[in-house]
């Protein structure tokens, strides 16, 4: 199978040489698409590669009826529309790494630039005017950076400042004392963070919390003549309330790297002296185009190939060390759930997954949406994936609860799963046997020993003497061959149940003439 990949913004070359060398990928590359031109293409490919340029809108994913993976050579996703590639099990996959130290020495380049004027006296000595009074900047060292977002650029341009001599006071949801401590920084609330400092440098993702944490509201909370810096997300800051308060003199200047609308070029703030900008060019280096277009081009290649993908967006990613762990597990969670919608009768409401033994101590969320997968696909059909699968039960309003519990029934590791609907409640449990593989060892209360895999009949019966060769020459008749037969019994005389593994699918009207055999109560056909 050849996968076509198709990239939209201009990458490195260099970095994109492992999709190029990758035997069973084509590559087109073509820069120039309207959106139109983009929605119209995109349903003969199997990945998109972008930057920040191309915006992958909901109009785009619904095209691309082939889509599977959306790789972002960079940090931010916000040019993806994240809700509708969850919604239609398309992963995507950005690269974290490889543009922080570009973004950091881009922020520490516009704070040395804003302190000291640097663009606005090379632009007065262009026009002819050697200006030194208009000029006169302000010494970082001994002044204080405020850092808001202490991810991986924070913390290296909290790291750099520091080499300047300047004092840091970071805030992060997530930052401890512990590593505050460690990168020698002050650490405080937003508020402290904003009173406390002359230069802020903000560094985090545009999302509902932080679209306009600097307002007018905080802008009166600084201190006077502070300098502003984002090379983040234009929208982090309220660009109206930053305009006003450069013109108000509270912000003595700004430093922009990124805008709310791009390209910015026809921009009030452009206007002001105090504010020096670049056209979101973070990470525009050789070495961070590179490695961003590296990474993702790697990802893009292992997804496609093996189905792994090492830097998700919209889905959690699982460690190495976890996955190897639970990978043995992932076809019997799978086999589980589609056995299920077999057996199911009425719409589903609840999913109960119990894990124990083994189990218990593994990180079995990725296993919870493979279960989840088997029992949505065989009526949602094949665009259900580990992408989507949560969403598209939480839609259905199916609740899902993982539980870990401690019952083993004397397997080394159980996994159960329980379905509820209006008719009823059905239960199967799997175990991975060791040197054996999986097997399914309950339905409902009977216990049984099943490989799940091929073809299989679930017949429900009453528990009489002589109904099993009754069964067996029911099948006979059909023409169809039992490879193998398992039976299990509540109590002697009462309800029965068989599994029997079978060459072929039944047919409806093979399961018809199943009934009629006078203790058969239902036969349901099962394809694994
Ligand atoms: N200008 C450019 O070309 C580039 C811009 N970026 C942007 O820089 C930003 C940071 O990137 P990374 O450091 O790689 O991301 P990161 O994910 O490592 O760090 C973001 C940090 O922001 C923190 N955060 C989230 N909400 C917060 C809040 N309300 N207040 C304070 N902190 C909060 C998170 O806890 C996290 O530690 C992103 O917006 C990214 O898109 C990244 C690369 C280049
Ligand atoms: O140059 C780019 O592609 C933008 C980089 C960026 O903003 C990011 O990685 O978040």
């Given at each position: 199978m050849t996968f076509k990949v198709l990239i939209s913004d201009p990458l490195s070359e260099d970095g994109i040489q492992p999709l190029r060398e990758a035997d069973n990928i084509e590559v087109d590359v073509d820069t120039k698409l309207s959106a139109d031109e983009l929605a119209e293409k995109i349903d003969q490919y199997d990945a998109l590669l972008v930057r920040s340029q191309t915006k992958v809108t909901r109009d785009i994913i619904s095209n691309a009826?082939?889509?599977k993976i959306i790789g972002r050579a960079g940090v931010g996703v916000d040019n993806i529309d994240l809700s509708a590639a969850t919604e239609y099990g398309i992963i995507v996959v950005n690269a974290?790494?490889?543009?922080t130290n570009s973004a950091a020495e881009h922020t520490v380049a516009m704070l040395m630039s804003l302190s000291r004027k640097i663009p606005q006296a090379y632009a007065a000595l262009q026009n002819g005017k050697w200006d030194r009074k208009s000029h006169v900047g302000v010494e970082l060292k001994g002044k204080t950076l405020g850092v808001i977002g202490m991810g991986r650029i924070g913390e290296e341009v909290a790291t750099r400042a520091k080499g300047q001599r300047m004092q840091v006071i970071a805030y992060d949801p997530f930052l401890t004392k512990e590593r505050a401590d460690k990168l020698g920084v002050d650490f405080g609330s937003v508020e402290d963070v904003i009173k406390a400092a002359d230069f802020i440098t903000v560094h985090t993702p545009l999302i509902k919390e932080t679209k306009h944490m600097i307002d007018k509201h905080a802008f009166a909370k600084m201190k006077d003549g502070v300098r502003i810096i984002n090379c983040a997300r234009g929208g982090i800051i309220d660009e109206d309330a930053l305009f006003d308060a450069i013109e108000s003199g509270k912000v003595a200047g700004a430093a922009l790297?990124?805008?709310?609308?791009?390209?910015?070029?026809?921009?009030?703030?452009?206007?002001?002296?105090?504010v020096i900008a670049t056209?979101?060019?973070?990470?525009?280096?050789v070495e961070a185009q590179e490695n961003v277009a590296i990474d993702v081009s790697h990802d893009v290649v292992r997804y496609l190939t093996e189905d792994v993908a090492r830097n998700p967006v919209n889905l959690p990613s699982v460690p190495k060390e976890v996955m190897s762990k639970i990978e043995p597990y992932f076809h019997l969670s799978e086999k589980l759930g589609t056995f299920l919608t077999h057996v199911t009768k009425g719409v589903i409401e609840e999913i109960n997954i119990y894990y124990s033994g083994d189990l218990i101590d593994l990180e079995v969320a990725p296993l919870t949406r493979n279960t989840i997968k088997g029992l949505l696909k065989r009526h949602l059909g094949d665009h259900v994936n580990d992408v989507n699968a949560s969403y598209l039960a939480e839609k259905r309003g199916v609740q899902v609860n993982e539980n870990k519990s401690s019952s083993t029934k004397g397997f080394t590791n159980l996994l159960t799963v329980e379905v509820k609907t209006k008719e009823g409640t059905r239960t199967v449990s799997g175990t991975l046997l060791n040197g054996l593989g999986p097997r399914i060892v309950k339905v409902d209360s009977y216990s049984v020993d099943v490989i799940p895999e091929g073809y299989l009949v679930f017949v429900s019966h009453n528990d009489r003497p002589g109904v099993i060769g009754k069964v067996g020459s029911a099948f006979a008749e059909n023409d169809i061959n039992i490879a193998a037969m398992q039976v299990g019994r509540s109590n002697v005389g009462g309800d029965a149940i068989m599994m029997l593994t079978v060459d072929k699918y039944l047919t409806d009207e093979q399961l018809e003439q199943l009934e009629q055999?006078?203790?058969?109560?239902t036969v349901t056909a099962i394809e694994l």
């Open positions: 009826k082939q889509l974290p790494d490889g543009n790297d990124v805008f709310e609308e791009e390209p910015a070029t026809d921009h009030r703030l452009l206007e002001l002296p105090q056209p979101h060019l973070g990470a525009s280096t055999v006078e203790e058969i109560n």
